[in-house]
């Protein structure tokens, strides 16, 4: 056992190391998950979206949509009745966690609106927690979806309503 030992330390003491240089260039290739960058681009994009709402920009945010987003007319319309009835819309994401893949976003935060009602001036304070899902898409990113509380629509409630349910039918075999 030794002798199999002082041979292995012989052979690995006499090797020279390869310089730096002559080492094999490791080839770059684009990461299967989404980096900083990625979350950080995916975040603006959403933050984005906030100060076009809060503006009541609803042409950029139209853009910024996903049209194949589940209840994506609901959505606009609530937005457009808030631009309609609410002034100074300050809308503030707290304890924001998100997660990127190369593709897709999920930010999951707690938010904060505040605005005046047009009609009395009366102050008003919503408060929720809800999770947006981002696509990236050639142009950048895009909301794909809202679940959770929406904070960009006071009056509409939630974007759809889906009703699930389990049903067994007999299936004949006809021979």
């Given at each position: 056992m030794?002798?199999?030992l002082a041979i292995a330390l012989l052979l690995l003491a006499g090797l020279p190391?390869?310089?730096?240089?002559?080492q094999s260039p490791a080839t770059e290739q684009k990461p299967q998950v989404a980096g900083f960058e990625g979350m950080k681009s995916a975040r603006a994009a959403l933050d984005e979206i906030i100060r076009a709402y809060e503006t009541g920009d609803i042409g950029l945010i139209q853009a910024r949509l996903d049209p194949a987003m589940i209840g994506y007319q609901r959505f606009l319309d609530g937005m457009r009745r808030d631009t309609g009835n609410l002034k100074q819309i300050r809308l503030h994401l707290f304890e924001a966690n998100v997660t990127a893949g190369p593709d897709v976003a999920m930010i999951q935060a707690a938010w904060e609106k505040r605005f005046f009602g047009v009609a009395d001036f009366t102050p008003g304070l919503f408060t929720g927690?809800?999770?947006?899902?981002?696509h990236r898409a050639?142009?950048?990113?895009?909301?794909?979806?809202?679940s959770g509380d929406n904070p960009f629509s006071s009056e509409s409630g939630v974007l759809a309503t889906l009703t699930v349910s389990t049903r067994l039918t007999k299936i004949a075999k006809r021979f």
């Open positions: 030794k002798n199999i190391a390869a310089p730096a240089g002559a927690r809800s999770s947006f899902l981002m050639k142009d950048g990113w895009r909301l794909a979806a809202v």
